[in-house]
């Protein structure tokens, strides 16, 4: 059974990092592209990163510099690392996979950025 839960989450002033954990179990992480997406109040849901079977990474335009997606090594947890936070980078955020013909969520991880 797929599961992927995010943490990592919180409150930061801006110009502040933050590392984002999405643990996923009931498949290997690094056979299938892992997304990050984003939703901030009243806004669509937006796709932030993501790291394909054979890592390669794309980034989302706002966050290219900024942000970084990774693997461990044992397949299993993807990272989102996030520098130079700002406050339009304040939303909630989940991991995400795409298998089987369904896609599979994890229950999001508040960031908030302040000024």
């Known amino acids: 059974q797929v599961r992927l839960v995010e943490s990592g989450g919180g409150s930061v002033q801006a110009g502040g990092s933050l590392r984002l954990s999405c643990a996923a179990s009931g498949f290997i992480v690094s056979l299938y592209t892992m997304t990050w997406y984003r939703q901030a109040p009243g806004q669509q849901r937006e796709l932030v990163a993501a790291?394909?079977?054979?890592?390669?990474?794309n980034y989302a335009d706002s966050v290219k510099g900024r942000f970084t997606i990774s693997r461990d090594n044992a397949k299993t947890t993807v990272y989102l690392q996030m520098n130079s936070l700002r406050p339009e980078d304040t939303a909630v955020y989940y991991c995400?996979?795409?298998?089987?013909?369904?896609?599979?969520w994890g229950q999001g991880t508040q960031v908030t950025v302040s000024s």
């Open positions: 995400k996979v795409y298998k089987s013909g369904s896609d599979y």
């Open positions: 790291i394909t079977p054979g890592g390669i990474r």
